[in-house]
């Protein structure tokens, strides 16, 4: 995908910078007046693989059905981004630009790509030889907490609260990001749908 083009006039992909079981993200960037000025980008497949498609065809779904799945899957992604972009603005909670559906209805193939700020993850953020100081401990938990504070308002639930959903902007704030996307994708593919969460991180009720 690098300096491709990829729908916002000038943007374009400068490197991969992680992947997961549900999509990949990049560093994007462009060049406005000698200015460089850069962002995140998720993209996220859907479905993840043609096995995928293959298992909803032995369960017995026609192919009518599987397109609706396939559709009801990218309409829970970006009510995800809708929730994320509900909060911009918040220092606490990480910003979501915009998002495209790049869409192939007749082989039931959707990649959604979900422009965002660019951010250090949390592990990524802290001195593998220094210890985490409590002062440091006191700012992500104040920081994250202030981006509840805003979710409670907009009667939000987070649902995965952990490490690995906390990012760091260039002037130190923590924000909070990842609400739900990643969930509404592995759930998609669970027999169980009863829990939301990651294990370690839920809380014991």
């Known amino acids: ?91 606490n909670i990480v910003d979501c630009d915009e998002v495209i559906v790049d869409a192939d209805e007749e082989e039931y193939s959707y990649k959604i790509y979900m422009k965002m700020e660019l951010l250090t993850p949390l592990a990524k953020s802290i001195d593998k030889k220094a210890s985490f100081t409590p002062e440091q401990a006191l700012k992500v938990g104040m920081d994250i907490c202030s981006a509840l504070i805003a979710c409670k308002k907009l009667n939000i639930i987070h649902r995965d609260i952990k490490p690995e959903n906390i990012f760091i902007s260039k002037l130190g704030d923590y924000k909070l990001g990842d609400f739900g996307i990643a969930k509404t994708l592995q759930n998609t593919w669970e027999k169980a749908k009863t829990m939301i969460g990651t294990p370690y991180h839920l809380s014991p009720e």
């Open 1 to 91: 995908m690098d300096g491709i083009n990829l729908g916002w006039p000038g943007w374009k992909t400068v490197e991969k910078i992680g992947s997961g079981s549900y999509g990949t993200v990049y560093r994007v960037g462009r060049e406005l007046f000698g200015i460089t000025e850069e962002a995140a980008l998720k993209v996220i497949f859907i479905p993840q693989s043609e096995d995928q498609i293959d298992m909803l065809r032995d369960e017995g779904y026609d192919e009518d059905s599987i397109a609706e799945t396939m559709r009801g899957y990218v309409n829970n992604v970006v009510r995800e981004y809708s929730t994320m972009k509900s909060l911009s603005g918040n220092t």
